[in-house]
């Protein structure tokens, strides 16, 4: 196979950040300057509460989004509009939601004196990671969106530079590195507003990816110039130029003698941004398939059929890349790596994602419509959800076997400690890829059920498979004897997973919907069946 390799995944080594007494004052003088309100302090957590902020980023945020510097962070010259974002994010994992929401609040009107700028000129790094701290907040807590204006701008500044690592310094790699890192970041956000809102995806696979690859983890977490220019002399030469590349040697299975395809090594970090460039892909090749044949299901068509056959041969290489990965970490036994918080991990949740958007179209949902805040709404959509007829397909088979791993996994590895642990350990993608995967699986089994109440009897793959699922339930304690829906059980079972302990609180109504699609799918599952059946 041509496919790349991962390297070892390296989680960052997170420095011990001190909050004291002249941090708050720093930061309450400086805020007071910028809003111009001398009485600001008073609306500052205490030195005390914004260490524990500031470590809770550090260990459960930071390590899924490295796009920081930490080496030579300093919480003494950090602007506060950035050190108030970091606490704001430290703060939900410490489900301290008044105070998190009270540091957006003063972080966005801090930061909006900078954010007046002219489209001329080039705002400092330290703003754009402010803001792309306070949109993950934003978009996870239920708002919209931030503007990301500035991403073409930065690619082009950057591929203007010298790419010649070996004389550069550290303090302008680790600028330019700080750039990359952070145009990935902006990609994933952009991502993730595709799965909530259903929004059109804000960049492409193609000029946007046109972005020197990350360097190794090794470089990046390197504590000083000396062990940073020691790891660079033993570097593997970067064995693609851009992303794009690198995506195109996921998703091609093109001869390995290719220029810009071969067999060749990707960091996990990069290999996350590439699994949501993929989600994008598959969005784009949907678009196209569906203007081919507006009035039928993508694929129908013989044109959007290749569309459609090629997207599916690229996230089988993009699932061998993964499943290869994690079979290396395994035949390591990477005792320091806790479960569940691996790249690879989160690389493995974008996937799924990717193989729902390929059957968006089939699946029928308007996830905007869902999420709405009126329980009456959110009624009457789950009960439209649960009446319009699925299409099946051994393709759309085989994307819910994979979107069910997003259960099985958290089951297998402790249904109770899970819904405890998770969303303090595992990135806030899983949360997405989890609601966009039940929604997904449920439809299907709810379509089986539907089928069988008219005699037409599933394959036997898809017998086995719903057998499967019934261990799973069962496993994770649900009590069969509830209903006789099994897509019911399916999304009560995933309900709890989002509404247990949470962080982000957009996670909490994500499940309430569920529970309300447990109730349509139920009352549809009554309302179908025969007397006596």
Known sequence: SNLPRLVKDQPPRISNFVADDALHATICADLAERLGRPDVSQDIPSSKLLQGF????????????????????????????LTLAMCCIGALYRLDRRRAQRLYVIG????????????????????????????????????RDLNQSVYNKTRLSLAAENLDITKMTWSSWVRRESWKRLLGGIYVAST???????????????????????????????????????????????????LRDGLASIMSDSKADSPRITACRLSPFTALLLMHAVVVHVWQVVQVAQALAPTTSPGRDPVSSLLMSAAVRSLARSHELLINAAQSEEAED??????????????????????????????????????????????????????????????LFDAVVKAFEGLRIPVRMGHMLVRKTAALRWSPAHAIAGWDCALFVCKWVHSVEMDRLNDIEPSQAEVEFLA?????????????????????????????????????SITPRMGAVLEQMAAAFERVNDANRRPGV
């Open 334 to 395: 990477e005792k320091g790596q806790e479960e569940g918080t691996s790249q690879i991990f989160n690389c493995q949740a974008t996937l799924r994602m990717a193989y729902i958007r390929l059957f968006s179209v089939a699946n029928g949902v308007t996830r905007p419509s869902l999420m709405t805040s009126d329980p009456a709404a959110v009624k009457a959509f789950a009960s439209s959800f649960a009446v319009t007829k699925l299409e099946r397909s051994p393709q």
């Open 468 to 504: 499967t699922i019934r261990d799973v339930l069962e496993e994770a304690e649900y009590d069969p004897g509830k209903s006789r829906s099994l897509a019911a059980g399916v999304a009560r079972t995933w309900s709890w997973l989002l509404q247990d302990v949470w962080v982000w």
């Open 108 to 143: 966005t009107q801090s930061i909006e004196a900078v954010s007046g700028l002219s489209s001329e000129d080039n705002p400092p790094l330290w703003v754009i990671q402010t803001k792309l701290l306070f949109t993950a907040y934003a978009a996870l807590s239920g708002d």
């Open 54 to 81: 500031l470590a809770s980023f550090m260990e459960c945020y930071y390590r899924h989004q490295p796009f920081i510097h930490l080496p030579t962070l300093s919480t003494v010259n950090t602007p506060s509009p």
């Open 192 to 242: 993730v507003h595709v799965i909530i809102w259903d929004n059109n995806p804000c960049f492409n696979t193609t000029t946007d990816l046109e972005i020197e690859v990350l360097h190794d983890e090794s470089l990046w977490n390197a504590k000083t110039e000396a062990e940073w220019s020691e790891l660079r002399a033993n570097q593997h030469q970067q064995d693609y130029q851009t």
